[in-house]
């Protein structure tokens, strides 16, 4: 077994092995509001489950150099936002909203999206995703880094409405393989949901 101390690392060799050791991990497709209205789009795979009463996720946004990125910058200003989950349907179109733009310019056009209202929040929702939840945040904490500067923004939104396709529902339940959900591995890498099996937990 290798043995490694964290500290004795560089933070670029910290990221190799987390990405590359904690898979596969959920896609957040965040849409977010500038203070000049700029709707913007990125995915990011720092993503989970908080709670269910109520029911709240999180997503852990990186800074680059100590600055916030600009889905960080918006959700703390407007404190609404909507989450997609990334399925194999809209995987190529949310990758191109990877890209590095200006903060006047929207990801959406340049992945070819399309927008929809959303019911309790300002913040759009992007129509190509099966399943959106709309968030309003709960908290936002400046994590890690160093001395000067935070390393990260974790987001913890509460959902306050759900969208989810009709051909995935049933039951309160949603269907994994209609969902087609995509997950995130390391470097350029994603996975599709292989197979599946049943463990009876112990009572």
Not at 69 to 75: E, L, M, V, Y
Not at 182 to 198: C, H, M, P, V
């Amino acid at each position: 077994m290798k043995k490694i101390d964290p500290k004795q690392i560089s933070e670029r060799e910290n990221y190799k092995f987390l990405i590359g050791s904690i898979i596969p991990r959920p896609i957040a497709f965040v849409t977010s509001i500038s203070e000049d209205g700029v709707v913007n789009a990125a995915p990011f795979s720092f993503f989970n489950i908080v709670s269910s009463n109520p029911p709240m996720i999180s997503v852990s946004i990186q800074r680059k150099k100590g600055e916030p990125k600009d889905t960080a910058r918006n959700i703390r200003a407007k404190e609404q936002f909507v989450v997609h989950i990334v399925d194999t349907e809209n995987v190529e179109q949310v990758n191109k909203t990877a890209a590095n733009l200006p903060p006047d310019e929207s990801e959406i056009a340049v992945a070819g999206l399309s927008l929809v209202k959303s019911e309790k929040i300002d913040v759009p929702g992007v129509k190509e995703a099966k399943v959106r939840l709309e968030c309003v945040l709960e908290k936002a904490l400046e994590l890690g880094g160093d001395d000067e500067n935070a390393g990260c923004d974790l987001i913890v939104g509460k959902v306050v409405y759900y969208h989810i396709e009709e051909s995935l529902y049933e039951d309160g339940r949603i269907d994994p393989k209609g969902l087609g959900a995509i997950s995130r591995l390391a470097g350029n890498d994603y996975a599709k949901i292989g197979e599946q099996f049943t463990i009876e937990r112990p009572l």
